[in-house]
């Protein structure tokens, strides 16, 4: 079992930054690859970044890619998403997943992951 809980968001204006936390209680977190995915009202979850397990590969989403940043701190259990030159198309929730003892080192379907936290909102304002 692994539980996460993210934190970090709020309401930010266009062009401003946030750093979302992915807390992770139990002992496999060093062996999961990690996600953060997000959902906009009426809209499907879509991928946004993705780490391995050791921190050496991160993959990006095309819309995000040079303005986020994906980390992770195994020591801390925690993964973190830094986020830049904020957009209102970033407005969002934003999950925290994780894969435990992955085939890969990370995947863009949120169907791959098996656990996920309870999200937070990300508000940019125009």
């Known amino acids: 079992q692994v539980q996460l809980v993210e934190s970090g968001g709020g309401l930010v204006q266009a062009g401003g930054s946030l750093r979302l936390s992915c807390a992770a209680s139990?002992?496999?977190?060093?062996?999961?690859?990690m996600g953060w995915f997000r959902q906009a009202p009426g809209k499907e979850r879509e991928f946004v970044a993705a780490?391995?397990?050791?921190?050496?590969?991160?993959y990006y989403a095309d819309s995000v890619k040079g303005r986020f940043t994906i980390s992770r701190d195994n020591a801390k259990n925690t993964v973190y998403l830094q986020m830049n030159t904020l957009k209102p198309e970033d407005t969002a929730v934003y999950y925290c997943?994780?894969?435990?003892?992955?085939?890969?080192?990370?995947?863009?379907?949120?169907?791959?992951?098996?656990?996920w936290g309870q999200g937070t909102q990300v508000t940019v304002s125009s």
């Open positions: 997943a994780a894969r435990h003892n992955p085939p890969a080192a990370y995947h863009t379907n949120w169907y791959w992951y098996d656990y």
């Open positions: 780490i391995s397990w050791t921190g050496a590969s991160t």
């Open positions: 139990g002992r496999t977190f060093s062996s999961c690859a």
